[in-house]
């Protein structure tokens, strides 16, 4: 019995990495019977010569892209083609917060800005980074210190991918590792046909890091928090909340927000805002999910 991380997964089978080297097993049944889904990133028990014995506990699960087991998250959002949606990077930002995994931003197809469009853009990050959360976005997007900065807090972690159909996740890891050679898409046909360049996950070394190129997706429906737990994915209005009129305030309609007034004041961004009023709605018209 050995044990090891799921790499990859295809058609019933599981390439199971450990040890450097990539054992294929099967998973005979008995995890269907429990309900159960080996993913790509899950630690398991196999047996070497070719059944997968048991999951181990996760740590975390996302389902938009299907790993478990990550510690980060690059969340790749195109600066241009598709135009950045500051909703789109904010319906991932919160599903990642409530798996505790912690995102690093990065902004691709900057070369594609002019330099006023360049500046907006700088403003945007400026006001992530403000949140707290690590950005790293540069006039051309593949420049040399900019990859070595991102390069260098993955090493030694189990990274994701993540973001748009056409965002660029594959060109970045070229960018990272050249040896990968991963098949990139024409973005405008991606677009258009809603079709897939990357179209299963599967765990890649990147200089030292194991990193998950992921299929991307058009639009991002991953709610499974609560309204109560929904304020404290949006780090900014946590950090205020305390400030609040009334405990467990849900900066909507309560009088003496502490949240609401910095909106006022502009510092909390207005998007920022305008999507937490739109992802509690969301919840609160969620069917039950049984
Ligand atoms: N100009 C420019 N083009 C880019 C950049 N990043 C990616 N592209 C182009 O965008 C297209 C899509 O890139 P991919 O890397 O295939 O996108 P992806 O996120 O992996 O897409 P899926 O695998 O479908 O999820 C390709 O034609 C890339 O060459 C960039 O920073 N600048
Ligand atoms: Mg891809
Ligand atoms: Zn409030």
């Given at each position: 019995?050995?044990?090891?991380i799921i ?10 990495l ?9 998973g005979?049944g008995?995890f ?19 059944y997968?014995l ?41 599903a ?19 330099d ?14 403000e949140?707290?959360?690590r ?25 994701t991918?993540?973001?748009?159909t ?20 024409v973005v405008?046909?991606a ?16 200089n ?32 205020l ?11 909507l309609?309560?009088?003496?927000c ?8 502009g510092?909390i ?6 999507d ?8 609160v ?6």
């Amino acid at each position: 019995m050995k044990t090891g991380i799921i790499q990859q997964s295809l058609s019933g089978f599981y390439d199971v990495l450990a040890d450097g080297k990539l054992y294929r097993t099967r998973g005979r049944g008995n995890f269907r019977k429990r309900g159960q889904k080996p993913l790509v990133g899950d630690r398991v028990e196999f047996d070497p010569a070719g059944y997968l014995l048991k999951i181990l506990p996760r740590e975390n699960q996302l389902v938009r892209p299907l790993v478990a087991n990550v510690d980060l998250a690059v969340v790749v959002t195109a600066a241009k083609q598709p135009d950045f949606s500051p909703n789109l990077l904010d319906r991932q930002l919160v599903a990642l917060a409530w798996q505790k995994i912690t995102p690093l931003l990065f902004f691709s197809k900057t070369d594609l800005l002019t330099d006023d469009e360049f500046t907006v853009l700088e403003a945007v990050v400026a006001g992530y980074r403000e949140i707290g959360y690590r950005v790293f976005y540069n006039r051309d997007p593949f420049g040399q210190e900019a990859l070595a900065a991102l390069s260098d807090q993955l090493t030694g972690k189990v990274v994701t991918m993540m973001g748009q159909t056409g965002a660029g996740k594959s060109t970045l890891l070229n960018h990272l590792a050249p040896e990968l050679a991963l098949e990139t898409g024409v973005v405008s046909k991606a677009l258009k046909r809603g079709k897939h360049t990357t179209r299963k996950v599967s765990l890649l070394d990147v200089n030292g890091a194991l990193v998950a190129d992921t299929p991307g997706f058009s639009s991002y429906e991953d709610f499974p928090m609560t309204i109560d737990e929904l304020p404290t994915l949006f780090f900014e209005f946590a950090a205020l909340a305390p400030q609040c009129r009334f405990r467990g305030c849900r900066h909507l309609k309560e009088p003496g927000c502490a949240v609401k007034k910095a909106l006022e004041d502009g510092k909390i961004m207005q998007s920022r805002y305008r999507d937490y009023c739109q992802f509690h709605d969301l919840i609160v018209n969620q069917k039950p999910n049984y």
